[in-house]
């Protein structure tokens, strides 16, 4: 990718190349997800996806919008979307058989995790009792209670709305 070069004329290493890959991947994923698979970049994209894919890239790498008629932005694409596309229908029919053989187990719905002891202790639960579904995602809520004045003075801090921070576990 020696074709792009930052705004000073510098060319981009190999570390920012394979970011603006990976991003032209995800944004490619994206348009599978809408039903948007085209038989190639070049001759099947609509012009629609087209655009919606130059400025998504030109936002995230703003090298990429040093040219004309965003041709650097299709190059990326021209260069990978085909191979990513192969991988893409490759994987889907893999994931697939993966589904037709979990669907055929028994109840794949009853694997279960347990809560840590710790956890169940403070909780004051019995931990046999206790479980967490794998699938779902688990969210720690803290609440907030600052000791003396909000900051300013009974509202809270201007990146938050309310005193409620969920985090991540």
């Given at each position: 990718m020696r074709y792009?070069?930052?705004?000073?004329?510098?060319?981009?290493?190999?570390?920012?190349?394979?970011?603006?890959?990976?991003?032209?991947?995800?944004?490619?994923?994206?348009?599978a997800m809408d039903g948007k698979l085209f038989s190639s970049w070049v001759e099947g994209s609509d012009m629609t996806s087209r655009n919606d894919y130059y400025r998504y890239m030109v936002a995230r790498f703003p090298e990429l919008g040093l040219c004309e008629l965003d041709w650097k932005s299709?190059?990326?694409?021209?260069?990978?979307?085909s191979q990513w596309r192969g991988h893409w229908i490759t994987r889907g029919k893999t994931s697939s058989k993966r589904q037709l053989e979990e669907t055929s187990k028994d109840d794949p719905s009853h694997k279960k995790t347990k809560v840590s002891e710790s956890m169940s202790k403070s909780a004051s639960l019995d931990p046999s009792?206790?479980?967490?579904?794998?699938?779902?995602?688990?969210?720690?809520?803290?609440?907030i209670r600052p000791l003396g004045l909000h900051w300013p003075w009974d509202r809270p801090p201007p990146e938050t709305n309310s005193s409620l921070w969920i985090l991540p576990s």
């Amino acid at each position: 990718m020696r074709y792009i070069q930052h705004e000073n004329g510098e060319i981009i290493d190999g570390w920012r190349g394979a970011e603006i890959r990976r991003y032209a991947r995800s944004i490619f994923v994206g348009f599978a997800m809408d039903g948007k698979l085209f038989s190639s970049w070049v001759e099947g994209s609509d012009m629609t996806s087209r655009n919606d894919y130059y400025r998504y890239m030109v936002a995230r790498f703003p090298e990429l919008g040093l040219c004309e008629l965003d041709w650097k932005s299709e190059q990326i694409a021209g260069e990978i979307y085909s191979q990513w596309r192969g991988h893409w229908i490759t994987r889907g029919k893999t994931s697939s058989k993966r589904q037709l053989e979990e669907t055929s187990k028994d109840d794949p719905s009853h694997k279960k995790t347990k809560v840590s002891e710790s956890m169940s202790k403070s909780a004051s639960l019995d931990p046999s009792s206790v479980y967490l579904s794998d699938s779902a995602p688990q969210i720690n809520i803290i609440l907030i209670r600052p000791l003396g004045l909000h900051w300013p003075w009974d509202r809270p801090p201007p990146e938050t709305n309310s005193s409620l921070w969920i985090l991540p576990s």
